[in-house]
């Protein structure tokens, strides 16, 4: 495990963002936080409902204890705010002037209804950028509508393409819609930095979810371009348009003894899977299976003309075979043979990784409330000169109130009790 107290000062630490986001947009301040960003998470009087979506921490119902809220919200300072309220938006509008960067995920045109929109936080501070992170974008005829997680992974038209051929569509089964929009609210937020810096301009990031996931479509838009085709739902395997004779469908994802290996069985101008198909057979016909495809030759195997029928018959073949052996045996012969295969991880088995281990990628952070340290993922890219880190476990409903208000904004205790009482902070 990394020790993150040996680490050195984060890539972005020169640098403030206030975070005013929900579940959509979570994720986008944890990531500039990590890189070192001094993030303050503005949450309502009484902590942001988020707190409580579980799971929690050893099924302890409570608002400090949800394991999600801990998962997004690291490296953040945390204080309440009630930007609803007139003494809150003056509040807000001084801590605009010392920020780089605004992270929001209401709905389109809250937060110009309160006087916090772009063009009014660039008056106070010309530099500042506005990152915001909504369903659909700000504009469009679908700019107003509400949406959860599922809903636009469903518009985004990934959704279409999960599932049996024969049965509906399936969703995804863990939710990664708002994570997608997050993380490219992160990268339009750095490429607006990095503008800033070179220009001194400011700048409105509009990111919207459903865009932020059309790029999970891969193929599927080309195909349409070229062949006005839609990606069928191919379960484990995958459709190869084919518009003269019709599609192929082939295996990608395969059957074995203790789970599922992803393999690529093909051939054709492909050298590399020609040798891993046909290595692949070999050391079935060693063990007197897939007898049917002793002799095949994967050079000349030209899916875009084998039938539907023929292509069945050897991956019968080849599956008989698979669920005699467990992913560990398959997965060391594949690399001792050279063949294209990886198995199907679960959730334990990437905890216990050798490879994550090796590379020092979870992380324990303390949990001084709890009394415990928990272990999260760790960093997504190792930075030789500035590394990421978790900088401080998620905060507290109003943690870091006293150390903003009054050491930084200069408020005294009186004003501080006087705010909580008119429900500004």
């Not at 518009?243 to 051939?267: A, E, H, Q, S, T």
């Not at 016909?285 to 069945?312: F, P, V």
Request: with cysteine; proline share 6%.
């Amino acid at each position: 495990m990394e020790n993150l107290n040996s680490q050195k000062e984060g890539l972005l630490s020169s640098y403030r963002l206030l975070d005013l986001s929900n579940e959509r947009g979570f994720y986008c301040g944890k990531i500039l936080g990590d890189f070192g960003a001094d993030v303050i998470k503005i949450e309502p009087p009484g902590g942001d409902p988020a707190r409580n979506i579980g799971p929690f921490y050893k099924d302890i119902t409570h608002p400090e204890k949800s394991l999600y809220w801990f998962a997004l919200n690291t490296s953040k300072r945390g204080i309440t705010l009630n930007i609803e309220t007139a003494e809150g938006r003056e509040l807000f509008k001084r801590l605009v002037e010392t920020a780089d960067i605004v992270i929001e995920s209401f709905d389109p045109g809250y937060m110009d209804s309160l006087g916090l929109g772009y063009p009014a936080l660039e008056e106070i501070n010309p530099g500042i950028i506005m990152t915001s992170v909504t369903p659909f974008g700000l504009t469009g005829p679908y700019a107003d509508y509400k949406a959860s997680d599922i809903v636009t992974w469903a518009m985004a038209g990934f959704m279409s393409t999960c599932g049996e051929q024969s049965e509906p569509p399936y969703r995804v089964s863990i939710p990664q819609s708002y994570l997608q929009g997050s993380l490219h609210a992160a990268m339009g937020s750095m490429i607006a930095l990095y503008h800033r810096e070179v220009t001194g301009e400011g700048q409105h990031v509009d990111t919207s979810i459903q865009e932020a996931n059309f790029f999970f479509t891969e193929e599927a838009m080309p195909v349409w371009d070229l062949w006005k085709y839609n990606w069928q739902r191919d379960g484990p395997g995958a459709s190869l348009p084919r518009p003269n004779i019709g599609p192929l469908w082939m295996r990608l994802l395969w059957p074995c003894k203790d789970g599922y290996v992803n393999i690529f069985l093909v051939g054709g101008a492909q050298k590399g899977l020609v040798n891993s198909s046909t290595a692949l057979v070999k050391m079935a016909n060693k063990e007197g299976m897939a007898e049917n495809l002793r002799g095949y030759n994967w050079a000349t195997h030209d899916a875009s003309q084998i039938s539907q029928e023929e292509r069945s018959q050897i991956e019968e073949a080849v599956i008989a075979f698979l669920r005699t052996k467990t992913k560990q045996e398959l997965y060391e012969a594949a690399l001792e043979e050279e063949i294209v295969l990886a198995p199907l991880n679960t959730v334990k088995e990437i905890v216990e990784s050798p490879q994550l281990e090796a590379r020092e990628y979870f992380v324990e952070v303390q949990h001084p409330e709890l009394g415990d340290t928990i272990t999260y993922p760790g960093a997504p890219v190792k930075l030789s000169e500035v590394p990421w880190r978790i900088n401080r476990r998620a905060p507290l409903i109003g943690e870091h109130n006293e150390g903003i208000y009054e050491k930084e904004l200069g408020l005294t205790k009186e004003d501080l009790s006087r705010l909580k009482v008119a429900k500004a902070i």
